[in-house]
């Protein structure tokens, strides 16, 4: 036994779910799975793997159906997935060493991501270092946004070997999640009352937009990814006006 909850929470991922729970074989004791009403064949693939199933809605910040899945696991450490996401042999078989040690709360797990057709290397995208092994109890999310880490008391440490990050396989699919996240970030700035005004309009449209697409497609090498580095840095920075858009529109 290693003692590992594989938690995850998934709304419609029938066609990840498979590949992401047969990469934790021989590592998960139990898989706990928050579904927040996937119409699709999410809960019969879970099933196949013994997974517990907690049914809940899909809201739109999902980390908050993570930390339900968090709270239902009973083994002694918690390894959070993303049903587009795998573990490699070689990070397995780390991960099953690291357990062993009684001084560590949690690990940073480096995280490889697919893009259109590469996994991404520059544009400050590797190593995407994200903190996803912790010991029960004493990891969770904040449940505030959906690029948040973990909160875990004591003494963290790094994993070398990757999680592999099958993001996005096509644009169609890039686009979804882009449009849910502008959609949310334009929520979180209504919430703590951002002002529609000149100033807020020129840092959002114009210095927000530049300064970050040259940050990552120039400082962080983006162009390295050739076409896919671009794609991903220019869409990162149009995350700024489309969402004061939203905004905009909310108000």
């Known amino acids: 036994m290693n003692n590992i909850s594989v938690v995850l929470a998934v709304y419609n991922e029938e066609e990840n779910l498979r590949k992401c729970l047969n990469s934790v074989k021989g590592l998960a004791s139990e898989i ?6 996937s119409t699709d064949r999410t809960i019969e693939v879970a099933s196949e793997f013994n997974a517990v199933v907690i049914k809940a809605i899909n809201l739109q910040n999902f980390h908050i159906n993570k930390n339900k899945a968090i709270d239902a696991a009973k083994m002694d450490w918690i390894l959070q997935l993303d049903a587009d996401e795998t573990v490699s042999e070689a990070l397995k078989k780390e991960i099953k060493s690291v357990v062993k040690n ?4 949690g690990y940073w797990i480096p995280r490889k991501n697919f893009f259109l057709s590469r996994f991404l290397t520059k544009g400050g995208q590797y190593p995407d270092y994200t903190l996803r092994l912790y010991r029960n109890g004493k990891g969770r999310l904040p449940g505030k946004d959906v690029h948040e880490q973990a909160i875990v008391e ?13 993001r996005d396989k096509n644009f169609s699919t890039y686009y979804l999640r882009f449009n849910r996240y502008t959609d ?15 100033f807020s309009f020129i ?14 497609y120039l400082r962080h090498r983006g162009y390295v990814d050739g ?3 671009f794609v991903f840095a220019f869409f990162s920075a149009l995350r700024f006006p489309i969402s004061y858009l939203k905004l905009w529109r909310l108000k």
């Open 227 to 229: 076409f896919p580095g």
């Open 102 to 105: 009684k001084d560590i709360n």
């Open 154 to 166: 004591g003494k963290v440490e790094y994993l070398k070997n990757d999680l592999m990050h099958m």
């Open 203 to 216: 840092e959002y449209i114009f210095m927000k937009p530049i300064f970050w697409f040259l940050k990552a």
């Open 184 to 198: 949310l970030l334009a929520t979180q700035m209504k919430e703590r009352g951002q002002k529609i005004n000149p």
């Open 32 to 37: 706990v799975i928050v579904d927040g009403g």
